[in-house]
């Protein structure tokens, strides 16, 4: 991923006091593989979980201790040099102490004058106890800066945490963070779905003969999950209704897991009124046996031929039903030509937007972590998206649809 100035992307990474310290050697090592470039800087107390060797060796940079902040060591003030340098800041863990300081303004470290000497985005991955993380106090402050358009907070997940308490304040897992850095560095930290309600459906769904057989297809609600990451870095607030899925839903996003095209027609007809968003990402099934055992049919039992059934059309039904104000972008799977048989679905189906997406093609598709389609929408216009990151294809559909209210 690079930047406007075709250069690798520079994220400074504050490490804050606190044993979640080590997953962030996870986030520095694979940003580092991804060709950003990373500095770091650790504050006294978390050089007591994690050493500045440690760092420096993953990130191939020196790391900053409040040791070289003190220093006239450099030609410029340290902190006003990586505040500069930084096209995002992450501070991960986040502790109670440096939250409060970064809410009132107070700069008394390295981290705390570097954040106040920087413009860029700042993304906050906060983790404490789950009664520190509680208190009114601490809460008020969390709020407070995030009403600040620059800080970007990642919610704590709940779990068994290192004091032995079951409850929230787990930091995010690197993965997570990683992801949301990637959307950051794409939009540069603006929230544009703040406000909006985004209604996704990911996945295949199951058309089940018996308990143990069903009509299906190799969907794996890999784009549905980037589309649900994207939405919600944008500000938006989602609603992710999804098939059989073994990957983790986001922190923040609000899941609904279904098996069949029945189940996925009722939960999506029952969001659509609140949406402002919806896109039907899901690989949904075209027919269904036409009669179902509740028990396990014995091989001689099968039948010879399969009688079908139709499942409910769902993007034709959201379609009739959506009001003036909502848009509805559905999703075509094709192979060979994508763009006649997709614009014929935009037509018919009376679409705002439709991604035409072929499965014919090596690393895209159902399955693949990467993708690459033609987007087109009601009033013609075209866009052609080479191979990519699902994620960045994510955001390349959200600032293809910012030209459907133009």
Same mark, same amino acid.
């Given at each position: 991923?690079?930047?406007?100035?075709?250069?690798?992307?520079?994220?400074?990474?504050?490490?804050?006091?606190?044993?979640?310290?080590?997953?962030?050697?996870?986030?520095?090592?694979?940003? @580092?593989?991804?060709?950003?470039?990373?500095?770091?800087?650790?504050?006294?107390?978390?050089?007591?979980?994690?050493?500045?060797?440690?760092?420096?060796?993953?990130?191939?940079? /020196?790391?900053?201790?409040?040791?070289?902040?003190?220093?006239?060591?450099?030609?410029?003030?340290? !902190?006003?040099?990586?505040?500069?340098?930084?096209?995002?800041?992450?501070?991960?863990?986040?502790?109670?102490?440096?939250?409060?300081?970064?809410?009132?303004?107070?700069?008394?470290?390295?981290?705390?004058?570097?954040?106040?000497?920087?413009?860029?985005?700042?993304?906050?991955?906060?983790?404490?106890?789950?009664?520190?993380?509680?208190?009114?106090?601490?809460?008020?402050?969390?709020?407070?800066?995030?009403?600040?358009?620059?800080?970007?907070?990642?919610?704590?997940?709940?779990?068994?945490?290192?004091?032995?308490?079951?409850?929230?304040?787990?930091?995010?897992?690197?993965?997570?963070?990683?992801?949301?850095?990637?959307?950051?560095? !794409? #939009?540069?930290?603006?929230?544009?779905?703040?406000?909006?309600?985004?209604?996704?459906?990911?996945?295949?769904?199951?058309?089940?003969?018996?308990?143990?057989? @069903? %009509?299906?297809?190799?969907?794996?609600?890999?784009?549905?999950?980037?589309?649900?990451?994207?939405?919600? !870095?944008?500000?938006?607030?989602?609603?992710?209704?999804?098939?059989?899925?073994?990957?983790?839903?986001?922190?923040?996003?609000?899941?609904?897991?279904?098996? =069949?095209?029945?189940?996925?027609?009722?939960?999506?007809?029952?969001?659509?009124? #609140?949406?402002?968003?919806?896109?039907?990402?899901?690989?949904?099934?075209?027919?269904?046996?036409?009669?179902?055992?509740?028990?396990?049919?014995?091989?001689? =039992?099968?039948?010879?031929?399969?009688?079908?059934?139709?499942?409910?059309? %769902?993007?034709?039904?959201?379609?009739?039903?959506?009001?003036? !104000?909502?848009?509805?972008?559905?999703?075509?799977?094709?192979?060979?030509?994508?763009? #006649?048989?997709?614009?014929?679905?935009?037509?018919?189906?009376?679409?705002?937007?439709?991604?035409?997406?072929?499965?014919?093609?090596?690393?895209?598709?159902?399955?693949?972590?990467?993708?690459?389609?033609?987007?087109?929408?009601?009033?013609?216009?075209?866009?052609?998206?080479?191979?990519?990151?699902?994620?960045?294809?994510?955001?390349?559909?959200?600032?293809?649809? /910012?030209?459907?209210?133009?």
């Amino acid at each position: 991923m690079t930047n406007p100035q075709n250069r690798p992307p520079k994220v400074l990474i504050g490490v804050g006091g606190g044993i979640a310290a080590y997953k962030v050697c996870e986030v520095v090592s694979t940003l @580092f593989k991804a060709g950003i470039e990373v500095r770091v800087i650790l504050t006294d107390s978390a050089q007591e979980f994690i050493t500045p060797l440690t760092l420096s060796t993953l990130s191939r940079h /020196r790391a900053y201790t409040d040791s070289d902040f003190w220093q006239a060591t450099h030609a410029r003030p340290l !902190h006003i040099e990586l505040g500069e340098w930084a096209d995002l800041l992450l501070i991960a863990p986040l502790t109670a102490n440096t939250l409060a300081k970064l809410t009132y303004g107070m700069a008394d470290n390295l981290l705390t004058n570097t954040v106040l000497a920087s413009t860029c985005p700042v993304l906050l991955a906060p983790a404490m106890n789950t009664d520190m993380w509680e208190q009114l106090t601490v809460q008020r402050n969390w709020q407070q800066l995030l009403g600040d358009s620059r800080y970007h907070g990642m919610s704590t997940a709940s779990g068994l945490l290192a004091c032995d308490r079951v409850g929230a304040g787990r930091m995010a897992e690197p993965p997570e963070i990683v992801t949301y850095i990637h959307s950051l560095l !794409h #939009t540069q930290g603006k929230r544009d779905l703040v406000g909006k309600q985004v209604l996704i459906s990911a996945g295949g769904t199951r058309e089940y003969l018996d308990p143990v057989r @069903f %009509i299906g297809n190799p969907s794996t609600g890999k784009m549905g999950l980037a589309l649900a990451q994207a939405a919600l !870095h944008r500000g938006a607030k989602v609603t992710l209704v999804h098939g059989t899925a073994n990957w983790d839903v986001p922190l923040g996003v609000q899941a609904i897991p279904v098996i =069949s095209a029945e189940e996925m027609q009722q939960v999506m007809l029952e969001y659509l009124p #609140t949406a402002d968003l919806i896109v039907m990402s899901a690989a949904v099934a075209d027919v269904k046996p036409k009669d179902y055992s509740p028990e396990k049919l014995p091989k001689r =039992s099968l039948p010879q031929s399969l009688p079908l059934a139709p499942v409910p059309d %769902i993007v034709a039904q959201l379609a009739q039903l959506k009001q003036p !104000h909502q848009r509805l972008i559905g999703f075509a799977a094709q192979t060979g030509d994508i763009i #006649t048989p997709a614009m014929e679905k935009l037509q018919r189906k009376q679409l705002d937007a439709i991604v035409a997406n072929p499965i014919d093609q090596p690393d895209s598709g159902f399955g693949s972590n990467n993708n690459q389609a033609v987007f087109l929408n009601s009033q013609g216009q075209q866009m052609k998206i080479a191979p990519c990151s699902k994620l960045k294809m994510a955001h390349y559909l959200f600032d293809f649809l /910012r030209n459907l209210d133009k």
